[in-house]
Each structure stands twice: as structure tokens, then as C-alpha cells.
């Protein structure tokens, strides 16, 4: 393999073989192809994009270059959900215990942040002690035993992903449907699942901008779950205004906790519940009663307790990570909420530090917002629009600008 001839080709809108997306990934993975080609591959593949074959190709080399898991006999349903990525959506924290509680098993294999989205493994993180580099023997025990295990991709479990994912972060090749299918089902394929349902996301806050945008990836993604024989279904959601009241990894988990004990925001408690629907079906009610009579919330504490963190310290999570300024802004003007902005306050989620600018920087757990006001509700002039936690008073100017762009008042 020639890796420059076979990034010029893709360069100038070729088509690339199984085989030769198979040699470049597996080079990749062993540390023979180096960042800097991966990343000129991925640009290529961002404006040229990818035929359906190639991109099932890519999905099956990036899952085969690693373990995948493999269930008992016998095994309850195996079931996931992948977000295609947004601002607040913390909705994974609590989906995958509820379903745990309702008899399934979930491995579910999630991201860091990506862009100006945030990712489920650096908010799990924000729990002091919180392994979620977990080997896959330990994983299968801990499904077995408690029915969820919440992890990232490793040097051994979806290797060509983890490098992959982190490299494209830093070199604006995220939004690009063959690369996010094939990051997304090579993690999920790994679970070895028997059903799946994709939160597609399109708006501002997301890679994909508009519904129809958004249509396409969902067909790309359940083009190759279904080819790959999982059951699949792909729902789509606007994420024009952030999911919940919290954006930023230690308050999304604190928004998450709330959810997981019957309370929280209801937008996010009803896509919870509408994804948890899609996926074991029966009465909503159900489904419910395992948020509001603390079932979820039990088995959140238990996976962190199992993977390493104190359940004591859920409650003082804020206290923990509690950033120098937290400061209200206050509505220019009294009216009703017409936007609040999922791009300008993910936007702003960056750059006060939740999210990051290079493959090796870490993320701030503290920063970010909360009390966010939605779209709809009436404010008076003065009232706050929401609490900015910044690390200094610098971020804390350069966020409050953001934020008056973001948030409309009418
Ligand atoms: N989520 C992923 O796991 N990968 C992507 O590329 C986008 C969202």
C-alpha cells in the first residue's frame, strides 16, 4: 500500500477497495500510517465523501481491527443507543441504566467530546475515580452482574476509532456522514447488539445542520447496522436549543442525577423516555416508574461504584467541581424566549474550556452553563438567562457575549 497514491486518489474523487481501506486502517492502528496522512485521508473523505460500499467497508475494518464482545447463551436482550452528537445531551447517563433496570444489558461503548459536542466519557469522568478505560473481560463481568457498563474505546476494543475520533476532533473533519457512520458503528458493532436505536441529530448544535442532512446520515447509519445484521432504528431530533438546562460536563451530570431520581428537565426525561421506547417497547408508564421510584438512580450508583467511583461524592459533584466565578446574565429586555442558540452555547462550552482544541488537552469538568432558560418561556427584564461558570473573569466576559447572541428575547 502506497498510503499517498491512496489519499490522492480519494483526493480526486476515486473509489477506494475494502482491501485498501482495510490496509490503511490496520496501518493506522499499528502506528504505521502517521497522524498527518490520517488526517489528510479524512479531509479527502470530508469533500469527497464515500460510496455506501466504502463506507460499510471502513465501519468493518474499524471494527475488526479490534475485540468485540461476545454474550452467553442465552443473554438478555443486548440494546444501545448512539447520539449522533449535541450540546447538553446527557441523555446517555441516564438512558443506560433505566434500561438495565428493564431487563436488558447495555455495553455501551461512547466518545469524548467531539467538536463543540460534548462526549459522554468526559462527563462520566467528571466522578472522581471513574474508570471508563475498562478491559472488555471486566466489562462482560460487570454486564452480567449489574447489566450496564458504560465505556470508551482502547488500544483494544475499537483501537482505529479511538485514534481516529480524537484526530478528526482537531482537524475539522467531524461532519462528514461516511467518517461519523463508521465511527458510530464500529463502536456499536463491537457491542455485538441485537438492537439499536440512533438519536440523529440536525440543527444548529449538531453536525448535521438541517433535517434533510440528517436524513441521510440515518440512512447511512442503518444501511450498515442492517448490513451488518443488527436491528435498527435511526429517530431524528432538533437540536436547535441544548437538551436540558446544563451544558458542561460536571453540571450535565449533576441534570442527569436529577433526571435518574423521577425530576430534571422534561425535554430530557421525555427523549429519554421516547428512546428507551423505541428500544424495549411497553407502556411509557413503565418505563417511568424506574426514573421516579429511584430504580435508575440505584443502578447509576452501582455502575459507578463498580467502575471504580464513590456514589457519595454524586451529591457533591458541584462542590467538587465548582468553577471560581459562576455568575448570572441577566435578559437585556422582558419578553418571551425565542432562541437559545445550541451552536453559540456550544460554542461558548469550548471555549471556556469544557471541550478541547488539541487531541492532548484535557477538558475543565466545572465550566460551562446552567439554569438555561428554553425556548418559550416568558422572562422580565433583569431576570437570568442563565449561570455562566467560567475559570476566570476573562472567559467569563467572552462567554457573556456569546450568550447574548445566542439567546433571543421577544
Ligand atoms: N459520535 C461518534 O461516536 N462518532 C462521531 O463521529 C460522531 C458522533
Redesign the pocket.
Known sequence: MHVPTLIAHKRDGGELSAAELRQLIDGYTRGEVPDYQMAAFAMAVFFRGMTAAETAALTQAMMAGGECFSHRAGHPPVVDK????GIGDKVSLVLAPLLACAGCWVPMV??RG?GI?G?TLDKLEAIPGLRVRIGLDEAAAQLERLGVVMLGQTERLCPA?KKL?AL?DVTGT?P?IP??????MS?KLAESLDRLVLDVKYGSGA?MRTQQEAEVLAASLVAVGREMRVEVRAMLHPMSEPTGRTVGNALEVVEALECLEGGGPADLRDLVLDLAGALVGGARAALASLLDDGSARRKFDAMVAAQGGNPADLARLGAIHQAPIIREVAAPRGGVVATVDAGGIGQAALQLGAGRARASDGVDFAVGFDRLVKCGERVHHGQALCRIHARTAVDFDMAEAMVATAIGVE
Do not use: E
Open positions: 448512539h447520539s449522533t452528537g461512547s466518545g467531539l459536542t462526549g476509532d475520533y478528526r467531524v462528514s467518517l461519523i457512520t463508521a465511527s458510530i463502536k453536525f
